[in-house]
């Protein structure tokens, strides 16, 4: 007979709250709870229950050896509501289905192709960016993910849509971020209908626009995520569905894991200097590619330690088709399962100074359980932008050291908003200079 799943104390429960309002956000409540409880343990509020679990073998427990015997959608989540059938909230074969028709536009040999458009985007973006003055870097490490995506993939130019959707983008984006809807099913969400609108009317240009362009014999190899996808026979309204998908949850990772790593530069002076004289050095002036960054060593650890303290997508959410049993602890059919890939990347079972900014711990990143580090998942589902994400990720950090010298001295301080994904606010300030 399997254990109850350990509850927090209330002792536990008021340090959680304490944690919550000295640090201005829930996550590191996660931590207390982790702290006292175990890697697995019962969060309750209200109407809301869940169960979580952490550590390598959880993440191996959900991710592979128990991956059929959970399911992805959830149809009272937002996140369900807004991608409809998109493959992030589909299971079983029509999730491979639909992976298998998108995965030729994201395929680790489509990355030096999108390169050059990944360097245009971001010199777009530094060229509005005042010798001297201070800008946010939290907004633009957004403009450049969303111009970058929308280039890359659709073969589209978002330029002319950054302010007029810019409210849109936002409001979507903390539509399917955990709030008051996980504790009150049908909480009123004004303005909901009209942002989602004005996305999909955008959307559904860009399907009707390539729709018309596409020529009698397309060439496979030259298509872009849209025509490829009109190719493939996929319905009008999946491929809405697959484009919100890309534009809101791709980008916002992005966002996600190009200002952390600016924040995190930002407060150590030293990383960031010996990541811009390896840029200088490796580089020499040449435009950054996928084959000239291959040399950028210690900025790629940079950027896998900031994917380690700040995963965008800090959490995994499933429901349990059977009972299960992890650990000696029952896991009952029809319960929510939670997997914080955060606490995982911090568990002080397994990392050194788990809380500490050390790039250099990846120097032998082989001597890691594989299930420790999952900032793009793993096994079958593991994330289809993940060579997207960490080629792009690579290729602006290093034009923008190229082509400025960031100071954060003076920036406030900063907490981690857990919205869709995780967020430095109120933002990242940085004075930027010509180099």
């Known amino acids: 007979m399997p254990n109850p799943v350990p509850k927090p104390s ?257 407060e150590h002076p030293d990383a960031l200097a010996r990541a811009q004289t390896e840029v200088d050095s490796v580089l020499g002036g040449q435009t950054p590619d996928t084959e000239n960054t291959k040399g950028l060593v210690w900025l790629e650890q940079c950027l896998k330690e900031t994917l380690r303290l700040y995963p965008p997508i800090h959490i995994g959410s499933r429901t349990a088709v059977r009972d299960l049993e992890f650990n000696g602890v029952g896991i009952p059919e029809g319960a929510r399962v939670l997997y914080s890939i955060y606490l995982t990347h911090r568990h002080p079972a397994h990392w050194d100074a788990p809380d500490d900014f050390k790039p250099e711990r990846f120097d032998d990143f082989k001597r890691y359980d594989p299930y420790l580090y999952l900032p793009f998942g793993a096994g079958r589902r593991n994330c289809i932008g993940a060579s997207f994400a960490q080629a792009e990720a690579l290729v602006v950090m290093a034009r923008i050291l190229q082509r400025v010298q960031l100071d954060a001295s003076g920036a406030p301080s900063v907490h981690v908003h857990m919205g869709a994904t995780l967020e430095p606010r109120p933002g990242v300030p940085m004075t930027v200079r010509r180099r």
């Not at 343990?41 to 991710?63: C, D, Q, T, V, Y």
């Not at 458009?117 to 969303?146: F, H, P």
């Not at 049908?186 to 609108?197: D, F, I, L, T, W």
């Open 10 to 266: 209330p002792q536990t429960g008021l340090r959680a709250l304490k944690a919550i309002i000295q640090n201005r956000s829930v996550v590191p409540a996660l931590n207390v709870f982790h702290a006292e409880t175990g890697d697995i343990f019962r969060l309750s509020a209200l109407n809301f229950s869940a169960i979580m679990l952490a550590g390598p073998e959880a993440g191996r427990f959900i991710l592979t050896d128990h991956r059929e015997d959970f399911l992805w959608r959830l149809e009272t989540d937002p996140l369900t509501d807004l991608l409809m059938h998109s493959v992030l909230v589909e299971d079983g074969q029509t999730h491979d289905d639909m992976r298998r028709q998108l995965s030729p536009a994201l395929h680790k040999q489509m990355m030096a192709h999108y390169a050059a458009g990944m360097v245009k985007r971001t010199d777009q973006v530094i060229d509005t960016w005042g010798d001297g003055l201070r800008v946010d870097m939290l907004v633009e490490a957004r403009k450049i993910a969303l111009l970058i995506l929308m280039d890359s993939l659709f073969d589209v130019d978002y330029t002319p849509e950054l302010g007029r959707l810019w409210r849109s983008v936002i409001y979507l984006i903390n539509f399917i971020s955990p709030g008051l809807w996980m504790f009150w099913r049908g909480v009123p969400r004004p303005g909901y209908a009209k942002y989602r609108a004005q996305m999909d009317e955008y959307l559904y240009q860009i399907i009707d626009l390539k729709q018309h362009a596409l020529p009698a014999e397309p060439d496979p190899d030259r298509l872009d995520m849209v025509s490829y996808l009109l190719c493939s026979g996929m319905p009008r309204e999946r491929i809405r569905d697959q484009l919100m998908t890309m534009l809101i949850a791709g980008h916002d990772t992005s966002t996600a894991q190009l200002s952390w790593v600016l924040r995190l530069l930002g």
